[in-house]
């Protein structure tokens, strides 16, 4: 099992262009959630999905949109880049919802630098 | 909003001292999770606190939850070179969602 994979690993954009992080899980977890990590900031919540068909917002949703495609894959979307979304941004699915045996399990990251 | 804090930010310890790392929550949480993250790479789930008051361990390492269920602290006794990295906690609210604390960047020093 693969767990959760991230695509792309690295990505440059400039200000004003849209893109698409990938994010796919293979253990059957019913939630998914997207976070940023910046020094000294810990990790935010951009958004998450307790299960498919259903989208939330987190922490800092601003500038981003989120589509579950179905249970397995959870994309993340930058409309409109701009520099403070510069970040290192993690997929994490979690197996319950509701449930309190609900660990995290991460993807690799995605390190996205906007110029 | 929910927030959780944790400290202290960064930490030097000279090999096999121990180490404390603690979380605060501005609300009560339903159970507290605690991650460690090495350089370059993403975090790894260690462990889960549900009930007031809990204490667990593992090897080295032990975690508590507080009786009001708002703080929790991760300690190391005896650290090592392996522990190198930043530890993270992470509240769960009422919901779904999970709120991660600053995190603390441990470094031991051989």
């Known amino acids: 099992n693969a767990g959760v994979t991230q695509t792309p690993k690295f990505q440059v954009l400039k200000t004003g262009q849209s893109m698409t992080l990938q994010c796919a899980q293979d253990m059957n977890h019913n939630s998914m959630y997207w976070y940023r990590q910046d020094p000294g900031m810990g990790l935010r919540l951009i958004y998450y999905s307790a299960s498919e068909g259903t989208t939330d917002k987190g922490e800092v949703p601003n500038g981003y949109n989120v589509s579950r495609l179905n249970k397995r894959e959870f994309s993340l979307r930058l409309e409109s880049a701009a520099p403070s979304q510069t970040s290192v941004y993690f997929c994490a699915s979690s197996p319950l919802t509701g449930g309190n045996n609900s660990p995290l399990h991460f993807g690799n990251g995605t390190r996205l630098t906007v110029t | 909003g929910q927030q959780v804090m944790q400290i202290p930010q960064y930490q030097h310890v000279q090999e096999g001292e121990d ?47 507080g009786e009001a269920k708002k703080n929790s602290s991760l300690h190391i006794t005896a650290t090592q070179t392996t522990d190198v990295g930043t530890y993270f906690c992470a509240g769960r609210g009422t919901g779904n969602q999970f709120y991660f604390g600053t995190g603390t960047s441990l470094t031991v020093i051989p």
């Not at chain 2, 603690?22 to 993403?42: A, D, V």
């Open chain 2, 19 to 65: 180490f404390t790392t603690y979380c605060n929550s501005s609300t009560t949480l339903s159970n507290i999770q605690w991650y460690k993250q090495r350089p370059g790479g993403h975090p790894v789930f260690l462990i889960q606190l549900v009930k007031s008051g809990e204490v667990k361990k593992q090897k080295r390492l032990t975690f508590q939850f």
